[in-house]
């Protein structure tokens, strides 16, 4: 190549273009730069009892992203509250999503990037903190009431949803919906729930999922339901709130629990009712060879403290007798563990889920 030619057309724009954009000339590309992954991706199969064990000890943070718009509902996530829980030795965070308020009604059902950024927000609040996290889709209140009709909307959020968490860590699980009820019966959930796992197992072949049985995610609805046949990397779930006059006594929200106040906790009675219904669902995944995730567990603050320690100390040691993980509900609002205004723990809730 003469000297003048190549000094004209090769070594001059180089030149040119490296003073205008601080770099040197050699093998310049026009393709962006990729940063280093911030975590692992999952790229072998998990053993779902092993992830189950990460969730040993969690909290939910109810009332919060799950509500309409976060803060409606009294409470607006913080880091700190991530640093507390993992101060005081919790393991893991079950973190309610209500998506479908932030999604368009029309395929292919677009999730708000601006809500995503929230959630990947606190996503990494957990993950960074070594906390395992189960986010859900919770509230879905139009998919109980008319199933076929919200069917693709569903799958498309979580289609969503799964491509974009594809490369996060196994300490991410999805929980494709919270506590299926009324018009989302067994037969319709159990053809849901399996069409739900083929669209994340699309772009996520090796994440945990956790999946629950219809009637609000009710232990004794367990044998309800149908698991996809070869899927062997699931949680299942079930949420525990008997008797249900005691933990929700005072509750605006259930029908009458007015009448329930003063209703008390601590009988043998009570810790035989208790150890029978958990049995019920330890058989059930002993029979299926299922690990078990109890995603819910509360006392409404209406009761009386010393009741409310009882009950729940009790019923997170009973499922850890089963071998079962639990997610107490929850962090801050009716049924909290932390009180918010005066910035303390209730201590004797923390105390008998943290000894």
């Known amino acids: 190549m003469p000297l003048f030619y190549r000094w004209t057309t090769v070594i001059l724009p180089c030149l040119v273009a490296a003073l205008l954009a601080g770099s040197g000339c050699e093998k310049q590309s026009t393709a962006p730069k990729k940063s280093a ?3 692992q991706p999952i790229t072998a199969p998990l053993d779902p009892f092993a992830v189950n064990q990460r969730l040993a000890k969690s909290v939910n943070f109810g009332n919060a992203l799950e509500a309409p718009n976060e803060g409606e509902w009294g409470l607006t996530l913080e880091a700190r ?16 999503v209500r998506w479908s308020t932030h999604a368009q009604n029309a395929s292919p059902y677009t999730i708000s990037p601006a809500f995503f950024d929230r959630i990947d927000w606190a996503v990494e609040q957990a993950l960074d903190r070594g906390m395992a996290i189960v986010i859900n889709m919770h509230h879905y209140e139009e998919i109980f009431t008319d199933p ?33 009820n009324t018009n989302l019966t067994s037969p319709l959930w159990n ?12 772009s996520n072949p090796y994440r945990t999922i956790v999946i629950g049985p219809v009637d609000w995610n009710s232990y004794a609805s367990l044998n309800k339901l149908v698991l996809p046949a070869g899927e062997n990397n699931l949680i299942i779930t079930f949420h525990y709130y008997n008797p249900f006059h005691f933990t929700h006594q005072g509750a605006s929200w259930a029908s009458g629990s007015d009448a329930w106040l003063g209703t008390t906790w601590g009988s043998a009675a009570d810790m035989t009712a208790l ?17 078990l995730f109890m995603g819910e567990f509360g006392a409404f603050n209406k009761a009386d403290m010393n009741s409310r320690k009882l009950w729940t100390e009790a ?4 499922a850890e007798n089963r071998a079962m993980s639990w997610g107490y509900w929850e962090f801050g609002s009716g049924f909290a563990i932390y009180n918010l205004s005066k910035n303390e723990w209730y201590l004797p809730l923390l105390k008998a889920l943290i000894p």
């Open 315 to 318: 019923v997170a040691r009973q």
């Open 81 to 96: 509250y991530f640093q507390l829980l993992d101060e005081a030795g919790f393991s893991g965070i079950r973190l309610p």
């Open 148 to 180: 076929p009709s919200h069917k693709e909307r569903f799958l498309g959020m979580w289609r969503q949803i799964a491509e974009h968490y594809k490369e996060y860590p196994a300490d991410l699980l999805f929980e494709p919906l919270n506590e299926p």
């Open 37 to 39: 992954p911030k975590y």
């Open 191 to 202: 053809q849901y729930l399996a069409e739900v796992i083929a669209v994340i197992r699309e």
């Open 275 to 291: 150890q029978n219904e958990l049995e019920v669902a330890r058989n059930w995944a002993r029979t299926n060879n299922r690990p």
